[in-house]
């Protein structure tokens, strides 16, 4: 990586810090998925621990993992088997935010001419853009597991005397599977900027890519599929073989004739 592909990683961050409207999102939308909603769960858990629903999330789990704490192995299913599913989802929503408008986004501000003139060959370009929604999908990935393993740990302390710690299923989500997501996203995301014709347009097509994480985190309540440490490790690194041959097929594809028309 060159000096020029570093100041373009740096123009775009400075794009989207600059921006409220754009920075909002990115905050708000990880702090809601991992601090408000496992701390709604902690309290139900805490409070109303007999509830038919959660005693029957509970007969899902195998013998092994349960405790003779109902709120301690609810609160452990809580965050080994279902948060791991929102950090599927993080990466996806805080990087389509600037992937979304990496090249559609140069168009409105006329400035995409100046971008190609710049010492960087086309699929340099390509890939400063993809690295700079990468690095911001793990920014904000990695501080919100802190962010929620402080609030949690504190939460369960007070509330049930004992300390929440993660289970090893969360190396395999923070250090494997949620960067292999975040790339597949990424350059999807990335290459249909460069076709659309503006930066809504990039974004409603973003969603999409939601749409199976959301029914993942479905069966996870439900209790159709628990992401335990096998699935975890056979799902990550399909991931990142998928995101290794999609990087690899879109930089290949992406032209000069794919962004100018």
């Not at 948060?83 to 929503?93: C, E, S």
Request: hydrophobic share 60%; glycine share 4%.
């Amino acid at each position: 990586m060159n000096y020029a592909m570093l100041a373009l990683i740096k123009k775009d961050f400075g794009g989207i810090t600059s921006n409220r409207r754009l920075m909002l999102p990115v905050v708000l939308v990880p702090l809601i998925l991992t601090v408000l909603l496992p701390s709604v769960f902690l309290l139900a858990i805490r409070f109303a621990p007999e509830d038919p629903d959660i005693l029957k999330m509970l007969e899902l789990l195998p013998a092994k993992m349960r405790s003779d704490s109902v709120t301690q192995t609810a609160a452990g299913m809580i965050l080994n088997y279902i948060m791991p599913a929102f950090f599927l989802m993080i990466p996806i929503m805080t990087s389509s935010i600037m992937a979304a408008g990496s090249f559609v986004g140069e168009k409105e501000k006329h400035t995409l001419e100046t971008l190609l003139c710049c010492p960087l060959t086309l699929r340099q370009i390509f890939c400063a853009k993809v690295f700079a929604s990468f690095l911001l999908s793990m920014f904000a990935s990695l501080l919100s597991f802190l962010v929620m393993i402080l609030v949690l740990g504190l939460e369960s302390f007070f509330l049930m005397g004992t300390l929440l710690l993660p289970g090893a299923n969360w190396i395999l989500v923070i250090l494997l599977i949620s960067p292999a997501i975040s790339l597949i996203a990424i350059t999807l995301i990335v290459k249909g900027s460069a076709k659309a014709q503006s930066v809504e347009e990039s974004q409603q097509s973003a969603v999409f890519l939601i749409l199976p994480v959301i029914l993942l985190v479905a069966g996870q309540f439900s209790g159709l599929m628990l992401l335990r440490f096998p699935i975890l490790l056979i799902v990550g690194i399909l991931c990142a073989l998928l995101a290794w041959v999609l990087l690899k097929k879109a930089m290949k594809r992406f032209t000069y004739e794919l962004l100018l028309k």
